[in-house]
């Protein structure tokens, strides 16, 4: 068990949709990460925040987004949903936002768009 | 930006033989993170790598940093059906952002 908590573990919806995904990372860590993965395209980061504030940005849609809250926990929402978001979001927590932190991850959200 | 490339995408090999999966960077990393992710599980840390050269063990695993920092590689000796999951590396762009290769996955044939 790595600390992190996703929540829920399978999420299935329709095409047009609009889905929350939540995070709440290991007692302690100030920053969240979000990774999305699907068979073809690996591990691709979305976002990240620090303590509250987001820090970096990957290859999120505009169609997504996200926020940290005081209490540290994360959330995802992906909007207007397409076929293709299907796959697994993790949520990932680190202590601090360095370069040499290492990642814990949760078990993820497998989200299946029909 | 940065890219960083892992080969082989799949290797089968049967117990006992070794493994080895390489990750090359486009650019020079600060440093390279190693993760396993078994079979419908989560990644999990293996290691850091952080110098240039630099060598680590873990029991049957092996792990090298290039001396150019902008490769690595992972080497299982005597490969165990536990050993079996997709292994990635991972190193830091812009400092913010920690990019993961493609993986490879390892099935391990009894």
């Known amino acids: 068990d790595s600390g992190v908590t996703q929540t829920p573990k399978h999420l299935i919806t329709a095409t047009g949709q609009r889905v929350t995904l939540r995070c709440s990372p290991r007692?302690?860590?100030?920053?969240v990460y979000w990774y999305q993965q699907s068979l073809d395209q690996g591990l691709q980061f979305l976002i990240q925040y620090y303590n509250g504030e987001e820090r970096a940005k990957g290859n999120i849609l505009e169609r997504f987004s996200a926020q940290q809250f005081p209490d540290l926990h994360s959330e995802l929402n992906l909007s207007s949903l397409e076929l293709g978001d299907s796959a697994l979001y993790f949520c990932?927590?680190?202590?601090?936002?360095?370069?040499?932190?290492?990642?814990?991850f949760g078990s993820g959200t497998q989200l299946s768009v029909l | 930006g940065q890219q960083v490339m892992q080969i082989p995408q799949y290797q089968h090999v049967q117990e006992g033989e070794d493994f080895t999966t390489y990750c090359n960077s486009s650019t020079t990393l600060s440093n390279i993170q190693w993760y396993k992710q078994r079979p419908g599980g989560h990644p999990v840390f293996l290691i850091q790598l952080v110098k240039s050269g630099e060598v680590k063990k873990q029991k049957r695993l092996t792990f090298q940093f290039g001396e150019a920092k902008k490769n690595s590689s992972l080497h299982i000796t005597a490969t165990q059906t536990t050993d079996v999951g997709t292994y990635f590396c991972a190193g830091f762009r812009s400092a913010r952002q920690l990019t993961f290769g493609s993986g490879t996955q390892l099935t391990v044939l009894p």
């Open positions: 990932a927590s680190s202590v601090t936002s360095g370069t040499n932190e290492k990642l814990f």
């Open positions: 007692s302690g860590d100030l920053s």
